[in-house]
């Protein structure tokens, strides 16, 4: 798609994950946040990457219908263990029951992204998969892992940019910021595209942070 000027449209990250909150904060561009209202369930048969893609275009488009002059990312990630989707554990007891099933294997972290602005008609999505292979994790490992950073609000049950890098054996990615939920090389490429160059001083409200 072609290029489309949009300096001052208003940027919205659809997403309430202070992980990806963070990230975007990166690129210096104001931003607000707005939650989208969408029913995340699998479909049946529903690929971990086809749950992960279907569900960041519907957040984007959800907040999109609220706000439709201003351009949405939104986001989601799966993880995929031999085509087996896991989500976020939500408790101690499926944390510890992910981080077994996927201890000594390598685990596929689906994140997409989607960009959408309804007034402009952009609409871009793209898909960033990390290839994580777990050590053969003991019980105990698990266990004082999980008691010093409690990540069940994270798909698959690990930090990877804190403590959770404990864990891991091995990380395969061309975009390294994919696996804590923001894909922004490619964040950045379709912001472009829609018309918000983070590397443009308007961008940034006339001034770097």
């Not at 219908?65 to 554990?89: E, H, M, N, T, Y």
């Not at 990390?130 to 698990?142: G, H, M, P, Q, Y």
């Not at 892992?145 to 054996?169: H, M, N, R, T, V």
Request: with cysteine; hydrophobic share 40%; proline share 6%.
């Amino acid at each position: 798609m072609a290029n489309i000027t949009t300096h001052h449209r208003k940027l919205i990250l659809g997403s309430s994950s202070v992980y990806r909150r963070e990230l975007l904060q990166r690129l210096g561009i104001p931003f607000s946040i707005e939650s989208p209202q969408v029913d995340e369930s699998a479909q049946a048969d529903e690929s971990p990457a086809a749950l992960a893609q279907r569900l960041a275009l519907a957040k984007a488009r959800e907040v999109a219908s609220r706000f439709p002059d201003c351009v949405v990312i939104g986001c989601d990630q799966v993880a995929d263990l031999d085509g087996q989707s896991l989500g976020k554990p939500g408790t101690h007891e499926r944390a510890v029951a992910q981080l077994r099933q996927m201890r000594g294997k390598t685990v596929v972290f689906h994140t997409a992204l989607a960009v959408v602005c309804l007034q402009s008609g952009f609409c871009q999505e793209a898909l960033a998969p990390v290839r994580v292979t777990f050590r053969d994790l003991s019980d105990a490992e698990i266990e004082n892992y999980l008691q010093a950073e409690p990540a069940y609000d994270c798909a698959g049950s690990a930090k990877s940019e804190g403590l959770g890098i404990a864990l891991l054996a091995r990380i395969d990615s061309d975009d390294p910021t994919a696996l804590v939920g923001l894909p922004l090389i490619r964040c950045c490429q379709m912001l472009r595209a829609a018309g918000i160059d983070p590397l443009d001083p308007l961008a940034a409200g006339g001034a770097r942070p």
